[in-house]
């Protein structure tokens, strides 16, 4: 998680919204960094996880990431959510909710929805209270 807490803290130079990520491999290896670049490339899917889990892939030469963790600082939204599930990652870790747009249990569920074919085991509030100061400093000093 401190890792992407510093790929967020990078976002956040380039006026970006800080949300970092991180792809594990199965053995604990850094395979995929993600920070939010929607402003910076000017592109509505740059979003932190899906960075992340494109380089996973690339890395990896195949789309499926099974046996991997995706470790991000914010709750992922629909999009994010809905991209864990079909990479088939492994692992979803994150930290602070997000009560306004999160789809991993906070305003939806995308990850154990049953009628998909994949659910990824999840571990929230790692470095929660870091990953929301984080938030908040930026918003404060946008408003």
């Known amino acids: 998680m401190r890792l992407a807490l510093a790929e967020a803290r990078a976002a956040a130079a380039t006026d970006d919204v800080p949300i970092g990520a991180v792809v594990l491999d199965a053995s604990g ?23 992340a889990l494109r380089e996973a892939a690339r890395a990896r030469g195949e789309w499926r990431l099974e046996g991997c ?3 991000v600082t914010l709750e992922p939204c629909t999009m ?11 692992r979803l870790v994150f930290g602070a909710y997000d009560p306004k747009a999160g789809a991993v249990g906070s305003l939806w569920d995308v990850v154990r929805d049953r009628r998909l074919n994949h ?6 509030g790692v470095l929660e209270a870091e990953s929301t100061a984080l938030l908040e400093g930026f918003f404060a000093g946008h408003r």
């Open 69 to 71: 963790t995706l470790v």
């Open 80 to 90: 994010c959510a809905g991209a864990v599930v079909l990479s088939r990652v492994r």
């Open 119 to 124: 659910r990824p085991e999840v571990v929230a």
């Open 29 to 51: 290896t850094v395979i995929g960094t993600g920070r939010n670049v929607r402003e910076a490339d000017a592109d509505p899917t740059g979003h932190a996880e899906v960075v």
